[in-house]
C-alpha cells in the first residue's frame, strides 16, 4: 500500500473497532475459551447462550446501571466488576409465608446500588412495548 504508516494504522483502528475486546470479554469473563463439548451442536448452543448472556449484560448496563449509578462509569465495567459488586453478594435465600426473601448482610456498600437497580429494573418493566 501507498498509504502512509499513521493513516494506515488509523484506518486498521477504525475498520477493527473493539472486536478484539468483545472476543476477550467472551473468553475470559463468559467462559467462551473453551467449549465443553466435542460435538459441534453443543458447541453452537454454548455459544449462542454465551452470545445472548453477552448482550444481556450490555443492555442490562446501559439501560439501568449507567440510569442509577452515574457517578460510576458501568458502561465499560466487566463482568468480572458487576459480579463482584451485585451478582455475588453475601446473602441468605430464606422461604418465609410462601414467599422467597432475599437477605443481605447490614451495611454492605453495594446494598444501596442494588436496591437501585432493582428499581431501575420494575421502572423497565412498566414501560410499554412496541
Known amino acids: ?3 502512509p504508516g499513521d493513516e494506515l494504522i488509523q484506518w486498521h483502528r477504525e475498520r477493527c473497532g473493539n472486536s478484539e475486546k468483545a472476543h476477550a470479554i467472551m473468553k475470559d469473563d463468559l467462559a467462551g475459551g473453551k467449549l465443553p463439548s466435542a460435538t459441534f451442536g453443543a458447541n453452537a448452543a454454548w455459544r449462542a447462550i454465551m452470545l445472548i448472556a453477552m448482550n444481556l449484560n450490555v443492555v442490562m448496563k446501559r439501560l439501568v446501571l449507567e440510569r442509577v449509578a452515574a457517578s460510576a462509569n458501568w458502561e465499560t465495567r466487566r463482568m468480572k466488576a458487576v459480579c463482584l459488586h451485585l451478582i455475588g453478594l453475601p446473602g ?12 443481605l448482610g447490614c451495611g454492605h456498600p453495594s446494598n444501596e446500588l442494588l436496591i437501585k437497580v432493582r428499581q431501575g429494573i420494575l421502572a423497565l418493566a412498566a414501560v410499554p412495548s412496541g
Open 1 to 3: 500500500m501507498t498509504t
Open 92 to 103: 441468605l435465600v430464606v422461604h418465609h409465608a410462601r414467599q422467597l426473601v432475599v437477605m
